[in-house]
């Protein structure tokens, strides 16, 4: 697999270059990756990933579209449905790997 283009704020840009509102990292494309670990059993890999998606929430819980990359704040549409099924999922293979 071809390195990840992680962001200093810990998460994952949609792709190499990605500058769309100004290149924040995803939390959709994070908990992508956090699904590829869990695949192939890399628990501590998908974990971070999971943990990094969890402090990206607001005050109230919800789930953003981006995380900005310049304060690590919750950013653009709030809350994403997508984000929260995908962190559905992450969170349903981190118990069922009984790693979470």
């Not at 900005?68 to 995908?86: F, Q, R, Y």
């Amino acid at each position: 697999m071809k390195a990840l283009t992680s962001h200093p704020v810990g998460g994952i840009k949609r792709y190499e270059n990605d500058n769309y509102i100004g290149g924040n990292p995803w939390v959709l494309a994070t908990l992508w990756v956090a699904l590829y670990y869990i695949e192939i059993k890399e628990y501590d890999k998908a974990k971070d990933y999971f943990k990094w998606a969890t402090k990206s929430c607001t005050a109230l819980g919800l789930l953003p579209e981006q995380v900005s990359k310049d304060n690590g704040e919750p950013c653009w549409v709030i809350p994403l449905t997508w984000s929260h099924a995908m962190y559905v999922l992450v969170l349903s293979g981190l118990k069922e790997a009984g790693v979470l």
